[in-house]
C-alpha cells in the first residue's frame, strides 16, 4: 500500500480592525473588494459578483506592468458574516493551476475581526506559495481597508470605493 501525498493546502490568519459585519463586507462589496484584493502594486479595475450559493464571481487583475487577467469562480457557501467559501481559478492558467477552493472563515474578538483562510489543494508547492504571497499582502491591504471603514463609518457605503 503506497502513502498519497499530503495535500498542498494553504492557511493563513490575520484579525484586522472591524467588527465581523464590515468585514465581511469588504470580503463581498465589490467598490470595497477592490481596495484590497491582491498583491502590493495590484489594482483590481473590474469586480463581478452574484452573492448568491452558486453564483459566479470575475475579478480583472492588473500588475504594475504587463496585461491584466482574470480569475472567477462559484459561490459554495455564503453566511454573512462567519464564512465564505468559493471556487478560485485563473481563466489564463498556468499548466500547473487547478482549481482550487477558498475558505475564509471570521470570528470576532476584542480587536476586531480573525480571519482564518483555507485554500487548496493546489498541485505544486510553488502555486501555493504564490498564492500565500498574494494572500499575505492581501491580508495586510485588508487591514488598512478594515483600519479606514471603521474610522469613516462608511462599512457598507461606497462613498470610499474607487
Excluded at 465581511?24 to 469586480?47: C, D, K, N, Q, Y
Excluded at 455564503?78 to 481563466?91: G, N, Q, S
Excluded at 508547492?125 to 500565500?132: F, I, K, P
Aim: proline share 9%; with cysteine.
Amino acid at each position: 500500500m503506497s502513502e498519497q501525498p499530503a495535500a498542498l493546502v494553504l492557511n493563513l490568519e490575520c484579525t484586522v480592525p472591524s467588527p465581523p459585519e464590515t468585514t465581511f463586507l469588504l470580503l463581498t462589496e465589490p467598490a470595497r473588494l477592490a481596495e484590497w484584493w491582491g498583491p502590493h502594486g495590484f489594482s483590481i479595475p473590474e469586480v463581478d459578483i452574484n452573492l448568491v450559493a452558486g453564483g459566479r464571481y470575475r475579478f480583472r487583475m492588473a500588475p504594475p506592468e504587463g496585461e491584466p487577467f482574470h480569475l472567477s469562480g462559484e459561490f459554495l457557501e455564503i453566511d454573512p458574516p462567519w464564512r465564505l467559501v468559493y471556487t478560485f481559478a485563473w481563466e489564463e492558467p498556468a499548466p500547473d493551476d487547478t482549481e482550487t477552493v477558498v475558505d475564509l472563515s471570521l470570528a470576532g474578538t476584542g480587536a476586531g475581526t480573525r480571519v482564518v483562510l483555507s485554500q487548496g489543494p493546489f498541485l505544486t508547492e510553488e502555486r501555493l506559495e504564490l498564492h500565500r504571497n498574494g494572500w499575505s499582502d492581501s491580508f495586510e491591504k485588508l487591514a488598512r481597508a478594515a483600519g479606514s471603514a471603521g474610522r469613516s463609518g462608511a462599512a457598507g457605503g461606497r462613498d470610499n470605493a474607487r
